[in-house]
Nanobody
């Protein structure tokens, strides 16, 4: 199995940028992909972006496309989420997740990191 730890959250102003990191440890070699999700207070958790572990395919939620970029550094077993032009509605707890197969759910989750965007 794989263990995930997010870092990089914080309090920023609207229009600012922030980069989140998700360090993976354990059995990373056979991962299919990793993803970022977020959950705002009182709302359901929502998908933000994902990236293939052994390829370069990425996907984004419409609300972040063009502002957020997901990337990875295999040598460091780390996935990043670069967030630009942040909006107040981006305020949420951001969590990274991993899975070993495209047909399996995301079974592995980090503890989450808070991102707060003030106006």
């Amino acid at each position: 199995q794989v263990q995930l730890e997010e870092t990089g959250g914080g309090l920023v102003q609207a229009g600012d940028s922030l980069r989140l990191s998700c360090a993976a440890s354990g059995r990373t070699f056979h991962l299919y992909n990793m993803a970022w999700f977020r959950q705002a207070p009182g709302k359901e958790r929502e998908f933000v972006a994902h990236i293939q572990w052994s390829g370069d395919v990425t996907s984004y939620a419409g609300s972040v496309k063009g502002r957020f970029t997901i990337s990875k550094d295999i040598a460091k077993n780390t996935v990043y989420l670069q967030m630009n032009n942040l909006k107040t509605e981006d305020t949420a707890v951001y969590s990274c997740a991993a899975r070993y197969s495209i047909v399996s759910p995301y079974n592995y989750w980090g503890q989450g990191t808070q991102v707060t965007v003030s106006s």
